[in-house]
């Protein structure tokens, strides 16, 4: 079993940054795919970026691609979501999410077993 922790989130402006970490504890070792989920008030969970960790490869959705960026640190255990030129529309609470079943970096959010509680990121217009 993982355990995932977010921080990071808070309130920004338009066009404004925030970097958002993901503590993973546990047994990370057999997890093959992290991922940052974000559901939006009113709206399904979404998939917006993921890492296959053997590779270091990434995927990300079309609305954010360019803007956000993730990456992992495997000696502090840690994945982060760098997010740039924030919009209105990036308003969404944020979930660190870890697969063992992807073959490849997935943005099914299905695919994901072990979630955390996630964080709120507002962005004003």
């Known amino acids: 079993q993982v355990q995932l922790v977010e921080s990071g989130g808070g309130s920004v402006q338009a066009g404004g940054t925030l970097r958002l970490s993901c503590a993973v504890s546990g047994d990370p070792y057999n997890v093959r795919c992290m991922g940052w989920m974000r559901q939006s008030p009113g709206k399904g969970l979404e998939g917006v970026a993921t890492?296959?960790?053997?590779?270091?490869?990434?995927d990300y959705a079309n609305s954010v691609k360019g803007r956000f960026t993730i990456s992992q640190d495997n000696a502090k255990n840690t994945v982060y979501l760098q997010m740039n030129s924030l919009k209105f529309e990036d308003t969404a609470v944020y979930y660190c999410?870890?697969?063992?079943?992807?073959?490849?970096?997935?943005?099914?959010?299905?695919?994901?077993?072990?979630w955390g509680p996630g964080t709120q990121v507002t962005v004003s217009a």
């Open positions: 890492i296959f960790t053997q590779s270091g490869n990434t």
């Open positions: 999410a870890a697969s063992r079943s992807c073959i490849a970096p997935s943005l099914r959010v299905p695919e994901f077993g072990s």
